[in-house]
């Protein structure tokens, strides 16, 4: 039933079954899911951790049994992996071409409860939309485990040391609220025209230039205004950096973690 429920809907379709026989008959479909471009996620039930490895009568090792034919076949091994597990094997099953993915859980993991500190969501990394919050860097940063970056603001120093001595130019959303602090509240909520935004910002950006002759590059400090840097570019021929280049540095700074283990312990 996952494979049509796939099929027809394009959603993740999850089924699950238990080891040994069970976990033989399923073989087959899900190779056919895969190599169709279907998105499943497969469960197999396993015998209990204590009696892995005494010839248990439904034992198989379902992790080896399923990788040739699935984008990513692991076994879990600790209760507080299976929310990161999970998350992982979703975003596996769906990206580019789509396809199966399998997890092998041990019976007693179902019923082990997880400590809530040792739970990992599989977030490695940090950042945020609003330039800012950048007044709030070295705050989070200093709170948190894993890299973070508030805005596009942190672009700054890079900048500044790849064009200069030339100056560069910042555009806010909102330059009246860019205090001491980089931190601003605007309480209109009006609904935005895309084309008139453009024109606001271009119109920002030529005026700045105008003002500024050799003012090189620009940095868009709200991640709204991202969407106009190649107007920016093609009418004004500035280049634009914005949150789209940080979120390039993180990820690339971040290692990926590795879809080929066919065991996750701890």
Known sequence: MADPYGH????????????????????PP?????????????LTI??????????????????????????MSIQIKSASKLPEILRRAFR??????PGAVHL????????????????????????????????????VSASISIPF?????????????????????IVTAHSGFWSTEHLGEDETRETLDPALLEWVVLDACRTLKAEMPAIGELLFECTNLFPYARSVLVQLGKLVFGINHVVA???????EPDRFSTSIQQ
């Open 104 to 139: 092998q859980i041990p019976e007693g993991l179902l019923l082990e409860e997880a400590d809530a500190e040792t739970v990992s969501l599989h977030v490695r990394a940090l950042t945020k939309s609003c330039g800012f919050l950048w007044a709030f860097q070295y705050e």
């Open 46 to 71: 396993d015998v209990p951790l204590p009696c892995e490895g005494r010839s248990v009568l439904t034992e198989l090792d379902c992790a080896r049994l399923f990788e040739p034919v699935t984008k």
């Open 149 to 169: 970056l508030a805005s596009s603001l942190s672009l700054i120093p890079l900048i500044h040391s790849i064009i200069a001595p030339r100056p560069f130019g």
């Open 8 to 27: 027809f809907t394009d959603r993740v379709a999850v089924g699950e079954c238990p080891s040994g026989s069970g976990a033989m008959y399923t073989l």
């Open 249 to 255: 540095l993180l990820h690339a700074w971040v290692p």
């Open 92 to 97: 596996v099953a769906t990206p580019g071409k």
């Open 30 to 42: 899900i190779a056919r899911s895969n190599a169709s471009s279907i998105p499943v996620i497969v």
